[in-house]
């Protein structure tokens, strides 16, 4: 069974094709980041421009990188939601075209769910139920994961996400877009214990995330109180305080993305834990999941660095498990942001 995803949610256009859901035979993706990098931020009109010009050509060269053709396909997968509307409206116009020329069923993930499935791209098929923790640009979400298909959500974010954290203090330390690599990349210089910046607990049994008050902290420890644009823009650091920040910053977001994970894997009694998204690939929360796992004897899934950031791959093998439980949408089917 072959299937042909396409991810057009933020800011990469995607195009992959799957083989029997693990299987990945071609993964094409054209980046933004160049786009967006003046802004500090994804703006939403120029990544839909972007996907305009590009998903076609990426469609093109996912099948033709797969060996086969369009003849050969089951399936097409799209990314419904959520997302940016206007961009998620992209790639499901260019999907049920594809489904409606090509007489193949139209099958709708979740872009969240997509994060989880990643997992099962990698060695290892995880054993269930699975704590799942998908932490990205605009999601910062907790799941009891049951199949590739059965997602409870137990918490998420309530205000910033940890990538969009990450974005925005990068930008406050003037540290270039995408923020999150930038970071991971200064603190490695930088002492995690210099700054004690705040851990946002949301209570002792939540398992929702909060990062907007981190993101202040470090605001108000750089630039003092009600700070303006015009100093933002302005301001300038030393290597070594920059260092220091981004790694007392990040060790802040660590500690709370696993505090909260390694909680709900016990409080549920999971088999395993997977982590998935693009702040996943970040290598100090890779390192210390990995740490805790082993001390605590957790059987731990962490994405694939390749498969962290949007890719269509992870689409394409959740429509396998989408169409073998006859899951197809109808052409009808909307994106929801």
Known sequence: MRILGIETSCDETAAAVVEDGVR???????????????FGGVVPEIACRAHIEHVLPVVATAVEQSGGGLAELDGVAVTTTPGLIGALLIGVTAAKALSWALELPLLAANHLHE???????????????????????????????????????????????????????ANILRLPYPGGPAIDRAAAGGNPRAVDFPRSWLGPDSDDFSFSGLKTAV?????????????????????????????????AVVDVL????????????????????????????????????????VELHLAPRALCTDNAAMTAGLGCHLLLAGRAASLDVEAVP
């Open 115 to 169: 994060h989880i499935y990643a997992a099962w791209l990698a060695d290892r098929t995880p054993s269930l139920p699975a704590v799942s923790l998908v932490v990205s640009g605009g999601h910062t979400s907790l799941f009891l994961t049951e199949g590739p298909l059965e997602h409870l959500l137990l918490g998420g974010t309530v205000d910033d996400a940890a990538g969009e954290a990450f974005d925005k203090v």
């Open 258 to 297: 696993a505090g909260k994970a390694m909680r709900a894997v016990e409080r549920h009694g999971a088999a395993s834990l997977i982590v998935g998204g693009g702040v996943a690939a970040n290598s100090r929360l890779r390192e210390r999941f990995e740490r805790e796992a082993a001390e605590r004897g």
């Open 219 to 251: 605001l108000y420890h750089c630039l003092g109180t009600n700070p303006t644009r015009e100093d933002i823009e302005s301001a300038s650091y030393g290597p070594q305080f920059v260092a220091d920040v981004a790694a007392s910053f990040q060790e």
């Open 24 to 38: 990945v035979l071609s993964s094409a993706v054209s980046t933004q980041h160049e786009l967006h990098r003046r």
